[in-house]
């Protein structure tokens, strides 16, 4: 018989071995297991921020495309390129510096990062532009709305012949940067479609490079010189270079992990208070959860967008149809017009939500810190992740959502590529540029694809849509629509914005 401080001499020698045995089995195991193991440690919460935070809406990022395209590419050290900051929302600011690094590339030049012209913090209306004597307009950095770090680690990845400026002050040693070449790429004669994109981007490089020649001949022309180029938007058609560069192109530029982290927030309020037992690890979207609405009245919209009764008819009718009792709506709407919005709502069962009141004190509070547009990057992501969603087909804010969930598809890209090498006749490359846009735009009167991808979908998705009898269906796909009459800027939309 063991003595009993025998027992607990041996206890306290084999505790400690045991411990060890299971360390040593521990890191022996498999990453994943030990990654479930503290997975345990982590609060219900920060699980769920850091699942969304991984796992984004198109599934993992691949820079194979981008990678195989700078490849491609010749490059001129000292060449630098530089592009006004741009202006307005979200939508249009993302497309518009995307636009400004895919011309880079295709130029074989250095990028400094362009900049944000800030609205006014009293009148959204207006812009606050930071004059600047000695260049060109300035605003402010882009990390005011983007991660800047998650561009530039892309870049450096997946584009590494391209070297990036955080702004014109990281070349401050080289005073003939100061001073730039201006280059407008709408002057150059290149077709264009009906929508304002490029029909043939494969003639630009030759044109700019023409253009270089003549405004810096070779023989005179010293390094480094700096090419300014004015704030384009939709010019590139984003199919050209295929639609897996499409795809993954505009994943470069996201919203600052703040933004990022807000939405993650106030989705899991959603999720906790609502029992959708939603898995971002295993769920991009979570179906059957809420649609997600962009009501757009606010003053900067009064001019643009359709009034109030029209779009709330359109929204309100779209969310009876999809039959879900919740719906978040996204700012850019008058309070007086969100309220109005939600007491209908109610007429039909319906629920409406907005950011603020999903988030946990601490968050609102951080949230009523940031700007408007700042603000708008966190309905960027909430509604990226709706199991439906409608807006504007005025709305860059709403096409560049739209986009981004149909990468989710597996009809992503539409209408089957050509071979690039086969093309010699200007008729056909330019039928080919605007099969690719008709095929992401579909036939929006017959609905007929909406119709096959409500059929795939199954449960909660868009079947017979609602108003697609007037005409004023812009977009439709199995993740939602967008209603309005503006064919040319619909257009110009879905042939030059990257998702």
């Not at 890191?27 to 219900?44: C, I, S």
């Not at 900067?300 to 879900?324: C, I, K, S, W």
Request: hydrophobic share 40%.
């Amino acid at each position: 018989m063991i003595h009993p401080t025998q027992l607990s001499t041996l206890l306290k020698a084999a505790i400690p071995l045991l411990f060890m045995i299971w360390i040593l089995w521990w890191m022996g195991a498999p990453a994943r297991d030990y990654h479930e193991v503290l997975r345990q440690f982590k609060g219900q919460r920060g699980l769920f921020v850091n699942d969304m935070l991984e796992h984004e809406v198109g599934g993992p990022f691949d820079g194979t495309p981008i990678q195989e395209l700078c490849a491609s590419k010749t490059w001129t050290q000292g060449l630098i390129v530089s592009c006004d900051p741009a202006q307005g929302g979200i939508g249009h600011v993302r497309n518009a510096h995307l636009t400004c690094v895919r011309l880079a590339i295709e130029a074989g030049a250095e990028l400094i990062l362009p900049g944000i012209v800030r609205r006014s913090e009293n009148d959204i209306s207006k812009l606050n532009k930071v004059a600047n004597p000695k260049g060109p307009l300035r605003g402010v950095h882009p990390s005011y709305l983007f991660d800047t770090e998650h561009l530039k680690s892309s870049l450096q990845a997946h584009c590494p012949q391209m070297k990036v400026y955080n702004s014109i002050d990281d070349l401050a040693s080289e005073p003939s940067v100061l001073s730039a070449l201006k280059f407008d790429p709408a002057t150059l004669p290149v077709p264009k479609t009906e929508g304002g994109t490029l029909a043939r981007p494969d003639k630009w490089l030759r044109q700019f490079n023409e253009w270089m020649d003549r405004e810096s001949p070779k023989d005179k022309r010293k390094y480094p010189v700096r090419v300014h180029i004015p704030s384009l938007c939709f010019y590139w058609p984003v199919f050209w270079d295929g639609p897996e560069f499409a795809r993954q192109f505009g994943r470069i530029l996201r919203p600052h992990e703040n933004a990022r982290r807000l939405a993650a927030a106030a989705l899991y309020s959603m999720n906790k208070r609502y029992g959708w037992h939603w898995e971002p690890r295993k769920e991009q979207i979570k179906k059957g959860s809420f649609v997600g609405v962009h009501l757009r009245t606010e003053q900067d919209a009064v001019e643009r967008f359709p009034q109030y009764t029209t779009q709330g008819a359109e929204y309100l009718n779209f969310m009876a149809y999809a039959n879900l009792s919740i719906t978040f709506v996204a700012h850019g709407a008058t309070a007086t017009g969100v309220d109005i919005f939600s007491l209908r709502a109610r007429d039909f069962g319906i629920t409406v939500v907005e950011k603020r009141e999903l988030l946990e004190p601490q968050d609102a509070t951080f949230l009523d810190r940031m700007s408007f547009d700042q603000q708008g990057t966190v309905d960027f992501e909430i509604l990226q992740r709706a199991a439906l969603h409608t807006g504007s087909s005025a709305s860059t804010f709403s096409w560049n959502v739209a986009l981004r969930r149909n990468t989710m598809s597996e009809d992503y890209g539409g209408v089957a590529i050509g071979d690039k090498s086969e093309k010699s006749d200007l008729a056909v490359e330019k039928r080919e540029v605007e099969r690719r846009a008709a095929g992401e735009l579909g036939d929006f009167d017959a609905i007929a694809k909406g119709q096959a991808a409500a059929k795939a979908a199954g449960g909660g998705g868009v079947g017979a849509v609602p108003g697609s009898g007037d005409g004023r269906i812009r977009w439709v796909d199995e993740f939602g629509i967008l209603y309005g009459n503006d064919g040319t800027q619909t257009r110009a939309m879905a042939e030059g914005m990257w998702p």
